[in-house]
C-alpha cells in the first residue's frame, strides 16, 4: 500500500473539515503496512501483511464531543464520516473536562521514516528467518522467534488551523534459542528503525550461546545479591517509573510521586545522582514523532536529573488547572549511562548475578512501585570478575525506585525493546546492590 | 499482553488494563451497533465463493469466518462521563491447508469479489509456505453439522439497554463509592457481542450470537496526612452473559466474613461499590501481615486467577509443544507427565475439568472457530493428570483422534489458535460451606479478588495477590490485612489443597483479556469454582518504604 505524501494528506483532510458544521473539528489520519513472520520449533508457523488506512474524526459542540472513523475515502464517505462524529457529538453528555482544541503549532522535522525499512520485501523478510534458523541448528538447538516490521504515516489537522504530519518505519526482532534437551535457554531482541542494523544472525547466535552455557543450572539460595541487567532486563523494570510520572495521579495522592501532606515528589532527589533520564525525539538512534496525538509537539524533556524528578506528564485539562505547561508522555525514554561494556562490567564484579531478562512483571503495590517477576533465558553467577556457572531462576519482588538508590555502576547505552510493552528504548547494562531475589523456580 | 497493540482506557484505577481495539474497529452510532446487515442466507452465498475458490486451487480443507464484533465500552471516575465508544469491526477470514500446509488471509471486502481475492491470497501463501512444513497438517477429524445456530442465552441484550441507564447506573456506583468515605470512584462497563458465522469444506454453516459483560470499578481511598492510598476493586466476574448480570437478585448473592457479599449470576454493583468503599478505608490502617506459612482460604473470585495461569496455561498443547516459546513460553506439563497416567497435580480434592458450554462463562459457545462442537472434558481427576486442551490439528500428538474445541480467533482478520477453554475447579461432593472452612483454620489468611500475579515461563513459580485480605485466628476472622502475597509452587500448591466447599459456593471468575500469540491476540475465559483451602503456603509482605 502506497502512504499518503504531505500534501496528499493536507489536501484531503482539508476536503473533510470543509464538510464540518460542529463548533470545533479535528481530523486525525494515518495509513500503515504492517508485515510479521512467526517460527517455531525450527520452522516457520504463520505470517502474515495487514495494510490499512484510518479517518478518525473528533466534533465538538460546547463541552460535549464525539468521534467517528472510517476506512472509505470518497466523498460520501468523508461527508458521512463528520456527520456522524457531530451526530456522537450532539448525544453525549457534556464533558466538563473537555478543552478546546490547539491551534496552530511549530513541529521539528521528525527523523522517524528510513526508506530500506519501508522497502523491505517478502524475500528478505524470509531470509533473516532463515538465518536465524540457520543459527539454532548449527547449534543443536530449537528457535522460536518473531520479526515484524512496519511503515506507514499519521497526519492532523484542525479546524483552528493546525497541521501535522510525520512518516516512520520500524523493525523489532526476538528470538528464544532452547537447547534440544530443554535444560538451556537464551533470549535476544533488537528494535530499529532501520532495518539494515538488523542482524537476525547475530542476535540469534547471542541467544543460541545463552541457552548452551544457561543450560545445567545450579541453583543458589534466594536472598540480596548485587545484579548486572541487561538492557533488557533494566528497560521492564525501569518502564514501570516512566508510565507512572502522569502529575495528576500524582497531585490527586495516588501515585508513587504523592508524598505525605498532599503534596508531590516534583523537584526532590528520588534516585542515585547518577541517574539522568529524558526523552528527544530527535535521537537519532531512538527517534520519535515529534507530535503527540492531540497536536503537542514533543520535546526534549529532561524527567529525572541527576536523580531528581523535573517534570511530570500533565494531560491539557489538568496542566490548564494547574496553570502549568502541558507536557505530554514521551514515546520513548533515554538514560545517560557509562562508558563501560557489559564485558567489563562483569569484570569489575566481586560477587554478583547476571541478568539477561526479566519475565511476567506486574506491580505488586503501587505506593512503592514495588514490582514481581522471573529471570529468564540466561542467568549466571558471577565471582571475581568471570561468569562461574549457570544458575536456576529467581523470582524477585523490588520498587525500581529502591533499586535507582542501589545503583553501582551504569555501563555504555544501548537500543533496547521491552518484552512487556514492546517499547524501544536507550539504557545502559546497570550494576545493582541488593536485589532482593524472594524464591526460586525450576522453569528454564 | 503487548501495551502498543491496546488503547488505554483511563490512567486511573485500571493501571494494567488495557482496552483492545481491533486493527479493522471502528467506532459507530449507536443504533449502527443493532442493525443486522447480512442475513445467514447471504453469508451462505459468500462463504461458499471461498469454498469453492479454494477447492479450483487444489486446497484440501478451507474453513471461512464471517464475523461482526462489536463492543460498547463506557467509562466514568466520580460524577463524570469520561468515555463512551462504541466499536464494530466486520470482514472475513480465510484459512485453508493447501500443500499439506495452512494459509490464512483476511479482508473487509465482504463481497463475492473481495472474499475471492483473499481465497487466493491465502492459498497462495499456503504453497509459499510448504517449503517450510516438516510435515503436513493432520486434522483429527469433525463432522459436518450442515446448517446450525447458536446463541448466548441471555435475557436482556446489553446492546439495547440504553445508553442513558447504563450511565447512569454507574454514576450511582461511583457516588455510592463517594458517600461510603472514597476519595476517588472510576467505574466501568464492556459489553462485547461477537456475530460469527462460520463454514467449512467439512459440511458445517455455523451462525452463532455470542454476548460477554464486564461491569466494574476502582474505588481508592487518600490519606493526605500520611500520603498512603489504597484502592479495591469490585468483586464483580466478567460473564457471558446479558444484562441481566446487572439486574441483582437475592438468591446471587453470599454473605462473606466481616460483612463482605460475594455475587454469583447476578450482580449489585451499587451496593458493592459502598462496601468497597469502607474496605479500602479499613486497608489504611490495616495491620501488615507477618511473613510466614498460613493455611489460606481461597474464594472463587481469587482462585480462578491461580486456577488460569497455574493449571489453564500449563495444559495448552501448543505450548506445551513450544509454539509459544518466544513469547507466552512452554510448560513444565509435559506429554510425558501425562502419558504416566501417574502425574500427582494435586491432591485428591482436586477435580479439575474444561468446559465450552458451561452456562454464563465467557468461553460458551456451540462450536469453536474450526467447526468443532463444544464439550466438557476432564483435565485433571482426584488429583492426576489426565488431559490436555487440543485443537484439530495437534490432537493426534496425544493419540486422540477428536479435537477437544477450543479454537479461537479475536476476530475475523486473525488467525485461530488453540485458546483456553473454561478450566474450574469442581466443587466438593461432600456438604461444607466457607463459613465451616474458615471455622477449621488455626491460623489462616482468607483472601477475596484478584490481585497482582505473576508466574514463571513453564508455569512452575508463581506469587499472587488478592483484592482483600482477612486474618483467622482459631477458626475466628481477627482483621483485615495488607502487603500479603503468597508464593508457591504450582504441584506443591495443588498438592496442599485439603478442602473444597460444594456446590452452593459455587461460582465463576472471569477473564476478558487474556493474551496469547504473536501478534498478540485476546480471548476472554471463565474459571468457576467454590472456596477452598490450602495448607501451609509461604506468605511474604510486600510492603516497602521508598
Known amino acids: 500500500m502506497i502512504l499518503l505524501t504531505k500534501d496528499e494528506a493536507y489536501t484531503l483532510m482539508k476536503k473533510v473539515l470543509a464538510y464540518s458544521k460542529a463548533d470545533e473539528c479535528e481530523v486525525n489520519l494515518s495509513g500503515t503496512n504492517s508485515s510479521n513472520v512467526r517460527y517455531a520449533r525450527n520452522a516457520v508457523s504463520t505470517s502474515g501483511t495487514v495494510s490499512q488506512y484510518q479517518l478518525v474524526v473528533s466534533s465538538a459542540f460546547g463541552k460535549k464531543s464525539g468521534i467517528a472513523t472510517i476506512n472509505e475515502f470518497d466523498d460520501a464517505s468523508l461527508e458521512k464520516v463528520v456527520r456522524r462524529s457531530e451526530e456522537l457529538a450532539q448525544l453525549a453528555p457534556e464533558n466538563p473536562e473537555y478543552v478546546s482544541i490547539l491551534g496552530p503549532q511549530t513541529y521539528a522535522e521528525p527523523v522517524t521514516y528510513v526508506q530500506a525499512t519501508a522497502a523491505i520485501t517478502p524475500k528478505m523478510r524470509a531470509d533473516a528467518v532463515a538465518q536465524s534458523l540457520q543459527v539454532a541448528k548449527d547449534s543443536k538447538a530449537v528457535a522460536a522467534g518473531f520479526l515484524e516490521d512496519n511503515n506507514g504515516f499519521s497526519a492532523m489537522m484542525n479546524s483552528k488551523g493546525l497541521f501535522a504530519y510525520n512518516t516512520s518505519t520500524n523493525t523489532n526482532f526476538s528470538v528464544t534459542v532452547r537447547t534440544e534437551d530443554s535444560k538451556g535457554s537464551g533470549y535476544a531482541t533488537r528494535g530499529y528503525n532501520d532495518v539494515t542494523r538488523l542482524n537476525t544472525k547475530s542476535a540469534t547466535q547471542i541467544a543460541a550461546e545463552k541457552a548452551v552455557k544457561s543450560a545445567t543450572a545450579k541453583a543458589i539460595e534466594p536472598g540480596k545479591y548485587t545484579v548486572i541487567l541487561e538492557p533488557a532486563a533494566a528497560a521492564v523494570l525501569l518502564e514501570n517509573i516512566f508510565f507512572n510520572m502522569d502529575a495528576r495521579q500524582a497531585d490527586e495522592g495516588r501515585s508513587f510521586l504523592s508524598k505525605a501532606g498532599g503534596t508531590t515528589r516534583l523537584g526532590e532527589k528520588l534516585v542515585d545522582e547518577r541517574v539522568t533520564i529524558y526523552s528527544d525525539p530527535l535521537n537519532p538512534d531512538l527517534p520519535t514523532s515529534t507530535w503527540n496525538g492531540d497536536g503537542r509537539p514533543q520535546e526534549k524533556i529532561t524527567w529525572i536529573e541527576k536523580g531528581v524528578i523535573k517534570n511530570l506528564t500533565y494531560s491539557r485539562y489538568w496542566a490548564e488547572k494547574k496553570g502549568v505547561k502541558a507536557i505530554p508522555g514521551p514515546d520513548a525514554a533515554i538514560m545517560e549511562g557509562g562508558t563501560k561494556t557489559l564485558e567489563e562490567l562483569i569484570a569489575g564484579t566481586k560477587k554478583g548475578v547476571l541478568v539477561t531478562r526479566l519475565w511476567y512483571i506486574r506491580t505488586v503495590d503501587p505506593q512503592s512501585l514495588l514490582l514481581t517477576g522471573l529471570t529468564r533465558d540466561g542467568t549466571f553467577y558471577i565471582e571475581n570478575g568471570k561468569i562461574q556457572y549457570p544458575i536456576k531462576n529467581f523470582r524477585f519482588n523490588e520498587s525500581p525506585v529502591i533499586m535507582l538508590n542501589n545503583l553501582e555502576e551504569l555501563g555504555k547505552v544501548e537500543r533496547t525493546v521491552s518484552v512487556e510493552s514492546n517499547v524501544n528504548y536507550l539504557l545502559p547494562p546497570m550494576k545493582i546492590r541488593d536485589f532482593t531475589f524472594s524464591s526460586l523456580s525450576d522453569a528454564v | 499482553m503487548r501495551r502498543r497493540d491496546f488503547v488505554q482506557l483511563t490512567g486511573l484505577g485500571l493501571g494494567g488494563l488495557m482496552l483492545p481495539l481491533g486493527a479493522n474497529s471502528n467506532p459507530v452510532s449507536l ?147 463517594l458517600k461510603n468515605g472514597a476519595s476517588f470512584a472510576n467505574s466501568n462497563l464492556f459489553q462485547v457481542n461477537e456475530q460469527k458465522y462460520f463454514a467449512s469444506s467439512d459440511g458445517s454453516y455455523i451462525d452463532q450470537d455470542v454476548h460477554r459483560i464486564w461491569p466494574t470499578f476502582t474505588v481508592s481511598v487518600i490519606d493526605r496526612a500520611s500520603g498512603k492510598f489504597k484502592s479495591r476493586d469490585a468483586m464483580s466476574a ?50 501488615s501481615v507477618e511473613p510466614g506459612k498460613y493455611d489460606l482460604v481461597l474464594e472463587p473470585n481469587h482462585l480462578g486467577l491461580t486456577i488460569h495461569e497455574s493449571i489453564g496455561h500449563p495444559l495448552e498443547l501448543d505450548r506445551i509443544l513450544g509454539y509459544e516459546a518466544n513469547y507466552a513460553g512452554t510448560s513444565f506439563a509435559s506429554i510425558d507427565k501425562l502419558k504416566s497416567g501417574t502425574f500427582n497435580y494435586g491432591s485428591k480434592q482436586i477435580n479439575i475439568f474444561a468446559d465450552k458450554t458451561q452456562v454464563g462463562s465467557l468461553g460458551a459457545v456451540g462450536y469453536d472457530d474450526e467447526g468443532v462442537k463444544c464439550k466438557r472434558w476432564d483435565l485433571i481427576k482426584d488429583g492426576i493428570l489426565v488431559n490436555f486442551e487440543a485443537i484439530r490439528d495437534q490432537v493426534h500428538i496425544l493419540g486422540q483422534n477428536e479435537s477437544h474445541g477450543c479454537c479461537y480467533a479475536q476476530s475475523w482478520n486473525d488467525v485461530q489458535f488453540q485458546r483456553m477453554p473454561n478450566v474450574s475447579l469442581a466443587p466438593g461432593k461432600d456438604p461444607y460451606s466457607s463459613e465451616q472452612m474458615i471455622k477449621a483454620v488455626e491460623k489462616g489468611i482468607y483472601i477475596a479478588g484478584r490481585g497482582s500475579y505473576s508466574i514463571d515461563q513453564q508455569r512452575y513459580n508463581f506469587q499472587f495477590g488478592g483484592t482483600t485480605f482477612y486474618e483467622i485466628k482459631n477458626g475466628q476472622i481477627t482483621g483485615m490485612l495488607n502487603d500479603v502475597a503468597y508464593q508457591s509452587n504450582t504441584q506443591e500448591f495443588w498438592n496442599s489443597c485439603v478442602k473444597v466447599c460444594d456446590e452452593k459456593d459455587y461460582r465463576m471468575f472471569g477473564s476478558f483479556f487474556d493474551g496469547k500469540g504473536q501478534p498478540s491476540q485476546v480471548s476472554a475465559v471463565s474459571h468457576g469454582s467454590s472456596t477452598s483451602r490450602f495448607n501451609a503456603v509461604n506468605v511474604i509482605n510486600t510492603g516497602r518504604t521508598i
Open chain 2, 238 to 287: 466478567p460473564m457471558g452473559m446479558g444484562y441481566e448480570y446487572l439486574v441483582p437478585k437475592n438468591e446471587d448473592k453470599l454473605s462473606g466474613p466481616a460483612g463482605m457479599v460475594l455475587y454469583r449470576n447476578s450482580y449489585d454493583i451499587v451496593e458493592d461499590a459502598s462496601i468497597a468503599a469502607k474496605q479500602a478505608k479499613e486497608m489504611i490502617t490495616a495491620k
Open chain 2, 31 to 177: 443504533e449502527a451497533l443493532l442493525d443486522s446487515p447480512l442475513l445467514a442466507s447471504q453469508k451462505k452465498v459468500l462463504a461458499d465463493v471461498a469454498l469453492n475458490t479454494a477447492k479450483g486451487l487444489g486446497a484440501t480443507y478451507t474453513d471461512v469466518r464471517i464475523g461482526r464484533y462489536l463492543n460498547q465500552f463506557i467509562s466514568t471516575r466520580e460524577n463524570k462521563v469520561q468515555n463512551i465508544v462504541n466499536t464494530e469491526s466486520f470482514g472475513v477470514g480465510v484459512r485453508v491447508i493447501a500443500k499439506g500446509t495452512w494459509g490464512f488471509a483476511a479482508t473487509n471486502d465482504v463481497t463475492p469479489d473481495g472474499i475471492k481475492k483473499a481465497t487466493e491470497r491465502a492459498v497462495a501463501i499456503a504453497k509459499a509456505n510448504s517449503k517450510f512444513q516438516k510435515e503436513p497438517v493432520k486434522l483429527a477429524p469433525v463432522q459436518g453439522y450442515g446448517e446450525v445456530t447458536w446463541n448466548t442465552p441471555i435475557q436482556k441484550n446489553s446492546f439495547e439497554v440504553p445508553v442513558s441507564e447504563k450511565v447512569d447506573l454507574l454514576l450511582r456506583t461511583n457516588s455510592g463509592a
